[in-house]
């Protein structure tokens, strides 16, 4: 299971810092992802890092301002969000890659993901 927190309320501009912790097993050889969720949209990608932590990747919306982490010893992914947009505002979920294939090119589907947490609000106001 996998719980998300860290969202809250902030300025365009500002920084949060999203936390997604594991419980009931071990995540270190899965890779994981974090999807955001705005109202009457669909969910899409935002960053994804391998089961080892050596690669990451971002949708061209965050990238150069997002960055995604993991710390296997206390099973937690971390996404540092700076310079926010009002557009940045979402519920944001994190998940685990059920595929384990990476490679060029390849598009993030959220149904690519299981496990996913409640979500963590978002809101970046102007």
């Known amino acids: 299971q996998l719980q998300e927190s860290g969202g809250g309320v902030v300025q365009a501009g500002g920084s949060l810092r999203l936390s997604c912790v594991a419980s009931?097993?071990?995540?270190?050889?899965?890779?994981l992802g974090w999807f955001r969720q705005a109202p009457g949209k669909e969910r899409q990608f935002v960053s994804a890092?391998?089961?080892?932590?050596?690669?990451?990747y971002y949708a061209d919306s965050v990238k150069g301002r997002f960055t995604i982490s993991r710390d296997s010893a206390e099973n937690t992914v971390y996404l540092e969000m700076s310079s926010l947009k009002v557009d940045d505002t979402a519920v944001y979920f994190c998940?685990?890659?059920?595929?384990?294939?990476?490679?060029?090119?390849?598009?993030?589907?959220?149904?690519?993901?299981?496990?996913w947490g409640q979500g963590t609000q978002v809101t970046v106001s102007s």
């Open positions: 890092i391998t089961s080892g932590g050596l690669h990451t």
């Open positions: 998940g685990i890659d059920m595929t384990g294939f990476f490679y060029p090119g390849r598009v993030f589907s959220e149904n690519d993901y299981a496990y």
């Open positions: 009931g097993g071990s995540v270190s050889n899965f890779a």
